[in-house]
């Protein structure tokens, strides 16, 4: 009696144990397969992140995204059997009370929206987060990971902190706040990720974190448009922007024309027009750090060479993007008053602007960081196209743009409208400068993202 007592109470004390490593290895079992992206902005305007959760689907892992449903993500994300995309819920400021106290009320709420949302999915291995933003996304994500037993890893574009001193002032009380809570809970990752080598050596002297520099890399999709494709871009935008509408009707039926191209509809060829315009293409958040006004300055330059006699050809400007700056910098276009060069700022679908990208003749990068550390990733955009750069120069940009090698470097508007009079001269010149900067990127066999990633994070999460 007194042994089976024993085996009773032995047993009832081992069942809850065996449950819980029952339940434990169920967890994990499932966990080990599953990683959750995080970004607190748009998903679809978060092209890197978009990239991380493609790869880990292609890898094996099923893939959980929370973020902003601003804009339509990529195709392939939305098609995947292995990709869920979970809205967060996004507030504006409250319009009432002083703007620290909206500010913090906003915190407050995207902390305890996240945490939910984060403790409602299945259980991660890993939770992967863009910073910026990272406030309150750090905290809210180590937190959950300490709860469910998920690593987590940041993916650094950028310091929250140094953006918001280009609105405040470095000084600034929130700006302080902000740099002393990326340091303190930027530490307590498990991986870190960063865009360049300066980063790196940044967050280890600096911050006493150590990351790997994973280099933004074109997808597969960035590569030069065919010209039949070019064409049915071009007529597609004609319909909403002015600016790619054909300049003359053409004075065969059969012919359709774009203001660049025009096709035989007929024999089906597309062609491109003797006397076109060049197309100059560039991209943005309109934000504070990139100023626009130079390049504005440099188009007005390049405008009076032209009335001047120069043999140059008429340009089409598309600026491309959303953001707060779009308005302002929509009225100072409007106030030009360019004979010679029409500027449009279209929006285009996730699918499109690959195509635009590959079907331009130069683009123009503005971007100036707020840190110094981090690069333009629609400079690499630019690239998987072979499509030449002018870039605006700062700290680490050589990581990226060869100066003289894919494109070229400026200080001002004067330097860049130099540039455009030269790169243009003659356009389209087979032997001039700007075919010069495409070849040597076509040449130059560059690592796409999925290539890059294997080799750089792919075993890190691995071993770990």
């Known amino acids: 009696m007194a042994v089976s007592c024993v085996a009773f109470l032995a047993l009832s004390l081992s069942l809850p144990l065996l449950l819980l490593v029952a339940w434990?290895?169920?967890?994990?079992?499932?966990?080990?397969?599953?990683?959750?992206?995080?970004?607190?902005?748009?998903?679809?305007?978060?092209?890197?992140?978009?990239?991380?959760?493609?790869?880990l689907a292609k890898c094996g892992f099923s893939v959980t995204i929370l973020g902003f449903s601003n804009s339509k993500p990529r195709d392939e994300l939305l098609q995947s059997d292995r990709i869920r995309i979970v809205s967060l819920t996004e507030i504006r400021r409250f319009a009432v009370g002083p703007h620290i106290l909206q500010y913090g009320i906003k915190v407050v709420f995207q902390a305890v929206h996240l945490l939910w949302k984060l403790l409602c999915r299945e259980p991660a291995a890993y939770i992967f987060l863009q910073n910026p933003p990272g406030l309150p996304a750090i905290a809210v994500c180590w937190f959950a990971g300490c709860l469910c037993g998920s690593k987590l890893v940041i993916d650094w574009h950028n310091y929250g902190y140094s953006i918001m001193g280009l609105v405040h002032g470095p000084s600034h009380p929130i700006v302080l706040l902000a740099k002393w809570y990326e340091k303190l809970f930027g530490r307590l990752s498990h991986l870190n990720l960063c865009v360049t080598n300066a980063m790196r050596e940044d967050l280890v002297e600096n911050w006493g974190i150590k990351a790997m520099t994973v280099y933004d890399k074109p997808a597969s999709f960035f590569k030069e448009t065919p010209l039949n494709l070019q064409h049915q871009l071009f007529m597609k935008l004609s319909r909403t922007y002015s600016a790619f509408r054909a300049r003359s009707e053409p004075s065969d039926l059969v012919m359709e024309r774009s203001a660049f191209t025009e096709r035989d509809s007929q024999s089906g060829m597309v062609t491109h027009l003797c006397r076109r315009p060049a197309l100059l293409v560039s991209?943005?958040?309109?934000t504070e750090d990139e100023d626009f006004s130079i390049l504005l300055e440099a188009l007005e330059k390049f405008e009076q060479l032209i009335v001047d006699g120069e043999s140059l050809p008429s340009l089409v400007c598309a600026i491309t993007g959303k953001g707060p700056l779009k308005e302002y910098y929509s009225r100072l276009i409007c106030q030009k008053h360019f004979q010679h060069i029409q500027v449009c700022t279209p929006w285009l679908e996730a699918e499109d602007y690959?195509?635009?990208?590959?079907?331009?003749?130069?683009?123009?990068?503005?971007?100036?960081?707020?840190?110094?550390?981090?690069?333009?990733?629609?400079?690499v955009d630019m690239f998987g196209c072979c499509l030449p750069v002018c870039a605006v120069n700062f700290q680490c940009l050589h990581e990226?743009?060869?100066?003289?090698?894919?494109?070229?470097?400026?200080e001002d508007s004067e330097e860049l409208a130099a540039q455009l009079q030269m790169l243009f001269s003659k356009f389209p010149d087979p032997t001039g400068k700007l075919n010069q900067f495409r070849k040597n990127l076509q040449e130059s066999e560059q690592l796409r993202w999925d290539e890059s990633w294997k080799q750089t994070v792919f075993p890190l999460i691995m071993d770990t």
């Open 24 to 55: 434990k290895r169920w967890r994990w079992g499932r966990a080990a397969r599953h990683v959750i992206v995080v970004v607190l902005g748009d998903v679809g305007r978060s092209p890197r992140m978009q990239y991380h959760a493609l790869s």
């Open 283 to 286: 991209s943005t958040s309109w």
């Open 354 to 379: 690959p195509l635009l990208l590959g079907s331009a003749d130069l683009g123009v990068c503005l971007h100036r960081s707020s840190s110094g550390l981090d690069l333009p990733m629609k400079v």
């Open 400 to 410: 990226l743009v060869k100066h003289e090698e894919n494109g070229l470097v400026f």
